[in-house]
């Protein structure tokens, strides 16, 4: 039976933001090969940001996993982001708002697909750290919206230096 992610202890709390993390990495990758299959140079362009995303949230995921460690060591805990009810944190392409040509450039239009799902699960986190009372579980959602957080700026930052700029072919999300 799905549980709220708000019925979690802290431990399958952090322990599914790292299956989220992987998963993410998954469908970025998976979203970069089919827009490096199209061959033309915006369809290019969006799968470097994309393969570049998928990279990033394997990072997400390690250091999620080095905190899980450090505080709860290896013990088992079953419980996957299958088991949760919310989606959290999930980038998706809708129709062809990524070939929108209203911007400037596909690689704008691929930050913004990764800046939804990170303001998304950012707002869900700090939601839940205002919401719950058990303190424990209140410290691992303001942790996560904070992780969170500094993706969203990250992403901010990367998408106004992507539109002041206007150079295709400028590795963004490279630091």
């Not at 799902?117 to 209140?138: G, H, M, S, W």
Request: include cysteine.
């Amino acid at each position: 039976m799905k549980r709220s992610f708000q019925a979690l202890s802290p431990q399958e709390a952090l322990h599914v933001a790292v299956f989220i993390e992987e998963r993410n990495a998954e469908l970025y990758h998976h979203f970069a090969e089919m827009f490096a299959s199209f061959q033309d140079f915006a369809s290019l362009e969006i799968a470097g940001v994309l393969w570049d995303m998928a990279l990033e949230e394997r990072h997400h995921s390690s250091m999620l996993q080095a905190r899980y460690t450090a505080q709860y060591g290896h013990s088992a805990c079953a419980l996957t982001e299958a088991d949760v009810l919310e989606m959290i944190e999930l980038p998706q392409l809708k129709g062809s708002e990524i070939f929108d040509s209203t911007a400037v450039t596909a690689r704008q239009n691929a930050l913004r697909l990764a800046l939804g799902a990170e303001t998304q699960a950012r707002e869900f986190y700090a939601e839940l750290a205002r919401c719950v009372a058990e303190p424990d579980f209140q410290r691992v959602c303001e942790e996560l919206a904070s992780f969170e957080a500094d993706h969203v700026e990250a992403l901010t930052r990367r998408l106004e230096e992507c539109g002041a700029c206007g150079e295709p072919g400028k590795d963004l999300l490279s630091e």
